[in-house]
């Protein structure tokens, strides 16, 4: 995650899903935001929505003024806005810097895991995604996360979300190929794809999770419209096919983060 991208569509869009799956404080959420350093790029900028309540305010109403709020001023446009806001209802936080650094990553992940240890759901905000052809400590691994991290913390007991940049591919291939992959580290877990225009958040339910998360990830899947946030079992693609062809239209529309 950049704080560059705060407030923008896709962090709307994020924010309503982890409020939608803390169902109001019932579920201990944990997010690690992964946070890596502003790269000058310009596709954070994402925020007409913000001028169009009209369309986007009825999702989540609170949710919308509070980021309208925030991204009025650049100096209110960072997580600890986020944060103190409290937008996702008894959220705790783990918001350190990440680097590409091997030994650095390690403790930071060792960190990660004291910090939320008391969370049942953990949101992980890498820049991209799950891991690709690129080993840890190399110059840009700070993006992803890796399937052994996600493998330690799914061994401990966590429900997992992770957010997934769409690259250029088919997109449903391309869930269910993240899906094996996950399935690789997590055989056992319940995997639930929450499509948006430009990404996907992967939720991996442990079976040990509260059956409150189980109803709220379900709850979360027929939310809201297609074209905003679409959920549906991984085995299940989703049944609006026209909506979701217009979903990625839209994402085709524009690159980057946002």
């Not at 060792?110 to 939320?116: E, H, M, P, W």
Request: glycine letters at 8%; hydrophobic letters at 40%; one cysteine or more.
């Amino acid at each position: 995650m950049k704080e560059q991208y705060v407030g923008d569509i896709s962090d709307y869009r994020k924010y309503a899903l982890l409020r939608a799956l803390a169902a109001s404080g019932t579920n201990r959420m944990g997010v690690c935001w992964m946070l890596t350093a502003p790269d000058g790029r310009a596709d954070g900028g994402k925020l007409a929505y913000l001028q169009q309540p009209e369309r986007y305010r009825a999702f989540d109403p609170d949710l919308f003024d509070m980021l309208a709020h925030v991204a009025a001023e650049p100096d209110r446009r960072r997580l600890g806005s986020i944060e103190a806001s409290e937008a996702v209802p008894g959220a705790t936080y783990f918001n350190a810097a990440m680097s590409d650094d091997l030994l650095g990553r390690s403790a930071y992940m060792a960190a990660c895991q004291s910090a939320l240890a008391t969370a049942e759901l953990i949101f992980f905000d890498p820049d991209n995604g799950l891991e690709v052809a690129l080993r840890k400590g190399r110059k840009g691994s700070s993006k992803f996360l890796y399937l052994d991290e996600v493998a330690t913390f799914y061994a401990a007991g966590k429900s997992l979300l992770v957010y997934q940049h769409f690259p250029r591919v088919e997109r449903e291939a391309f869930i269910q190929d993240c899906a094996a992959r996950l399935r690789g580290v997590a055989p056992d877990a319940d995997l639930w794809a929450f499509r948006t225009a430009h990404v996907v958040f992967l939720l991996l339910l442990h079976p040990s999770s509260p059956p409150s998360l189980v109803k709220a990830g379900r709850a979360a899947c027929n939310r809201w419209p297609s074209d905003f946030v679409r959920g549906y079992p991984v085995s299940s693609p989703p049944s609006d096919p026209l909506a979701q062809l217009l979903v990625e239209l839209e994402g085709d529309a524009a690159s980057g983060r946002g």
